[in-house]
């Protein structure tokens, strides 16, 4: 079992920057692949970014490449995302997914452990 805590959300404005926490405990961090999903009102669960257990790939949906930097430091078991020139259609819960060796987690199907969420607000 693996449990991720997120944190960091809030309210930024348009153009600002925020930067989003999952702290990992239970199971050896290094050994997953982690990822950022992002939920908001009335919509799909869908992908925003991904890394590799060794930071040596990572993989963005369109929405947010040049904007978003998915990070990880194994160390401390804890998984980032920096978010810059944030957009009001950023507003979403922003969630924390491992999925357990090699791979990345991509679509929401390949997720086995899920946080439960940080908002993210982009309003003026």
């Known amino acids: 079992q693996v449990q991720l805590v997120e944190s960091g959300g809030g309210l930024a404005q348009p153009g600002g920057s925020l930067r989003l926490s999952c702290a990992a405990s239970g199971r050896t961090f290094s050994n997953y692949g982690m990822g950022w999903f992002r939920q908001a009102p009335g919509k799909e669960r869908e992908f925003v970014a991904a890394?590799?257990?060794?930071?040596?790939?990572?993989s963005y949906a369109d929405s947010v490449k040049g904007r978003f930097t998915i990070s990880r430091d194994n160390a401390k078991n804890t998984v980032y995302l920096q978010m810059n020139s944030l957009k009001p259609e950023d507003t979403a819960v922003y969630y924390c997914a491992a999925k357990n060796g090699p791979m990345i987690p991509l679509v929401r199907q390949d997720a086995e452990y899920w946080g439960q969420g940080t908002q993210v607000t982009v309003s003026s």
């Open positions: 890394i590799s257990r060794s930071s040596g790939v990572t």
